[in-house]
């Protein structure tokens, strides 16, 4: 069982910044990637950032050259620097760890935080 934490939504005006924390514990052997996906309402979730073990990291088309992804290695922790944040990117954003053990793929997923970003 793999436990996320997630810390650091809120309310911010547009062009402000925010940083997503994501904090992995628990039984994460084999784990191979963390990133962070969001839902607002009415739509889909859909993938915001990804970071692999090996340090590869993956973004939206809509976030990029705003939004940065990072992690402590350590500290088995994600986090997501948001910054220039539009009305848009207003929705709950859920961290995700994802691994193999045993050959057979886990997923876990964090209870959410909500981003609001008023215009």
């Known amino acids: 069982q793999v436990q996320l934490a997630e810390s650091g939504g809120g309310l911010v005006q547009a062009g402000g910044s925010l940083r997503l924390s994501c904090a992995a514990s628990?039984?994460?052997?084999?784990?191979?990637?963390m990133g962070w996906y969001r839902q607002a309402p009415g739509n889909q979730r859909e993938l915001v950032a990804t970071?692999?073990?090996?340090?590869?990291?993956n973004y939206a088309d809509s976030v990029k050259g705003r939004f940065t992804i990072s992690r402590d290695k350590a500290k088995n922790t994600v986090y997501l620097q948001m910054n220039s944040l539009k009305p848009e990117d207003t929705a709950v954003y859920y961290c995700?760890?994802?691994?193999?053990?045993?050959?057979?793929?886990?997923?876990?997923w964090g209870q959410g935080t909500q981003v609001t970003v008023s215009s």
């Open positions: 995700n760890a994802e691994g193999r053990r045993w050959g057979r793929p886990w997923y876990s």
């Open positions: 970071i692999t073990s090996g340090g590869s990291t």
């Open positions: 628990g039984n994460i052997f084999g784990l191979t990637a």
